[in-house]
């Protein structure tokens, strides 16, 4: 092989090389502190053992609540054009960029005791600031559209043939949606639904701002992480080896579908 | 009897200008032929309700689909109609009996009525043994197959066949045909059956619709379009030569001179002052390197464009010529070695006045 070939695989291959070091490095760093005997020991402290049952529970009903008002609206930009269609676009898109901080400011701001909304709830006696839903708030704010854009593509994807055949076999809008569509895009709605669960389960900064930082009550895993952090550093390790486990497998999962679609 | 289907339609889409009157009966059958992007599937989507007509009406067994005076515009899944798109369209998700039963379930029909259904509608088709295979796993004509149960089971009083021999190979294309004549046949209720093949029309159809961009140019009989053709198109797909044009003299032998659009011609039985169609039949042509004399009273100069064998043997070569208007003879491989013709010569064609077929 000529010299002007080798030298761009070098390159290539010089700069996977260093990419690949600075992805697993600091996981590398991770796993080197864990303490495999005292673990599941770190684990079962009361502050840990409460994040993950609360976070278990916050992103399960946040991915639930994504999913459930996701659907619709991933259906109609999917397959409805209509005004603001563009803007609504760039809306749905803004809390993947958005800072989390930001975020939890806008929640609080909204739905705090003297917010937008807060001050119309409180004389009913619901507060949502620091409490177990406003977790599950911030959760569904920041990861829905990673469930969103996933399921849109899905529908997208359909061949609108399928479509016209069910309207032409007596089936109706909601029937071809439940028995056309989904089961048709359902690869996608599974990538979709496994995002937006990871995003859920490490969302922090919106959390700590929007919810709090309470044990039991607000307290998810990546939060107890950073309290651990200035405690017991072991602690800290177990619980992020921990996350880090969850988020690898829920990425592998998500490949293996996408990859047996095709 | 009143019509079962009678349908006016008007539909602008891009170039493509759709007007279009259809009249059936219950259960004749009627089959669309034309060229691609003729506006054919546009029809059959207008009737289905896939698209709506920018104006018209639509009405089936009685029952008003479409109505753009009276402000009716019933959805496509409230139609009483069935559809087997070209490509099938089979839901690939489900098995054929899934496929096959679907419409039924759709209209939440119980589960055990629905198996009863389908397996009969299995039987009647003769594709029981298809009934577990995904679409994936099914030939092209089984697929039709299962298309063609899954549309019949719901019995609809319109069905739509929107080229459903063209993604089938040449063998299964017969006896798939074959079958689908018989089929056709004995539904009570109306079929459209649309194609792009002239032989096909032939094949299937006794009443047939020919489409020419957006507009319905001839509609009748197997035979009247075989030998009437009232325009270029129409005895182009029948392979007739055509010319129309205004009967301008006749004279005492009973020739007459016809004025049309490429010259004067001589045919004979037609009227001073009518309008008449004249088809030629390619095999009454005849070829010449020299100027013929008087005795062909019609004649032509052009250049061979293509020289195609006739099946079987190709004992009969069609040659094709680059002349105005353009013009089809039908000759002897025999004669056309002796004339060693080819590609690019220039010749002169010639019928007879009595050759010309003239009608109204």
């Not at chain 1, 899905?154 to 007596?170: D, I, K, S």
């Not at chain 1, 089936?171 to 056309?180: E, G, I, N, R």
């Not at chain 2, 019949?152 to 074959?178: K, M, N, Y």
């Not at chain 2, 390619?282 to 032509?300: K, S």
């Amino acid at each position: 092989m000529s010299r002007a070939a080798l030298s761009p695989r070098l390159g290539l291959g010089a700069a996977l090389l260093l990419y690949l070091l600075f992805l697993l490095l600091p996981l590398a760093a991770l796993i080197a502190r864990l303490d495999p005997a005292a673990f599941f020991q770190h684990l079962r402290t009361p502050a840990a053992y409460d994040a993950l049952r609360l976070s278990l529970l916050t992103s399960l009903l946040a991915t639930g609540c994504v999913v459930a008002i996701g659907l619709p609206v991933a259906y109609a930009l999917a397959t409805r054009d209509f005004a603001g269609k563009r803007i609504l676009e760039v809306l749905i898109d803004l809390p993947i960029v958005l800072p989390p901080t930001v975020a939890g400011t806008a929640l609080l701001l909204a739905f705090g005791r003297a917010g937008l909304v807060g001050a119309w709830l409180s004389p009913l006696g619901i507060a949502l600031p620091f409490t177990t839903a406003a977790v599950v708030v911030a959760q569904v704010f920041v990861s829905a559209p990673f469930f969103v854009n996933a399921a849109r593509a899905g529908f997208e994807e359909v061949e609108p043939r399928y479509l016209q055949a069910a309207a032409t076999l007596r089936s109706s809008p909601l029937h071809t949606f439940t028995a056309v569509l989904l089961p048709l895009s359902l690869p996608s709605i599974f990538a979709g639904v496994a995002m937006s669960a990871a995003r859920a389960l490490g969302e922090f900064g919106a959390t700590i701002v929007f919810a709090g930082n309470l044990q039991g009550r607000t307290q998810t895993m990546p939060l107890a992480v950073y309290v651990a952090l200035q405690g017991d550093l072991q602690e800290a390790v177990a619980l992020s080896v921990l996350l880090l486990a969850v988020s690898f497998l829920l990425l592998a999962a998500l490949r293996l579908t996408t990859e047996r679609r095709r | 009897m009143t019509a079962m289907l009678s349908a006016t339609v008007r539909k602008r889409l891009g170039e493509l200008e759709l007007e279009a009157e259809l009249e059936l009966e219950a259960g004749t059958t009627l089959v669309i032929v034309g060229e691609s992007g003729a506006g054919k599937s546009t029809l059959l989507n207008l009737l289905a309700g896939l698209a709506e007509p920018d104006s018209g009406r639509i009405e089936i067994g009685g029952r008003v689909y479409f109505d753009s005076t009276a402000g009716v515009d019933m959805p496509a899944h409230e139609r009483n109609i069935g559809y087997v798109f070209q490509d099938y369209a089979l839901f690939p998700h489900l098995s054929a009996k899934a496929n096959i039963g679907f419409g039924l379930r759709a209209q939440g029909v119980a589960g055990h009525e629905v198996e009863r259904r389908v397996a009969e509608t299995l039987a009647r088709l003769d594709i029981g043994a298809l009934a577990e295979q995904r679409s994936r796993q099914l030939s092209g004509g089984q697929q039709q197959r299962v298309a063609l149960a899954r549309a019949l089971i719901l019995q609809p009083g319109l069905l739509l066949l929107d080229e459903p021999l063209s993604a089938l190979d040449l063998q299964t294309r017969r006896t798939v045909r074959a079958e689908l004549a018989a089929l056709v046949a004995e539904l009570p209720g109306v079929t459209i059956f649309v194609t792009h093949s002239p032989f096909e029309a032939m094949a299937f159809g006794a009443r047939i619709a020919v489409v020419e961009r957006g507009r319905i140019v001839q509609l009748g009989d197997r035979d009247d379009l075989l030998r009437h053709p009232r325009s270029r198109y129409v005895a182009e797909l029948m392979g007739l030569n055509f010319f129309h044009g205004v009967v301008s003299s006749t004279a005492a032998d009973g020739i007459a001179e016809v004025k049309t659009d490429y010259g004067v011609l001589h045919v004979v039985d037609v009227r001073l002052g009518e309008e008449v169609f004249i088809a030629v039949d390619p095999r009454a042509i005849t070829l010449h390197l020299e100027r013929p004399r008087a005795t062909a009273q019609n004649v032509f100069a052009g250049v061979i464009a293509e020289m195609v064998p006739e099946p079987p043997y190709g004992e009969r070569v069609r040659v094709i010529l680059d002349s105005e208007p353009p013009l089809v003879a039908e000759i002897t491989e025999y004669a056309a070695q002796t004339m060693s013709l080819h590609a690019g010569m220039p010749v002169y064609a010639s019928f007879k006045a009595f050759a010309g077929r003239a009608y109204r």
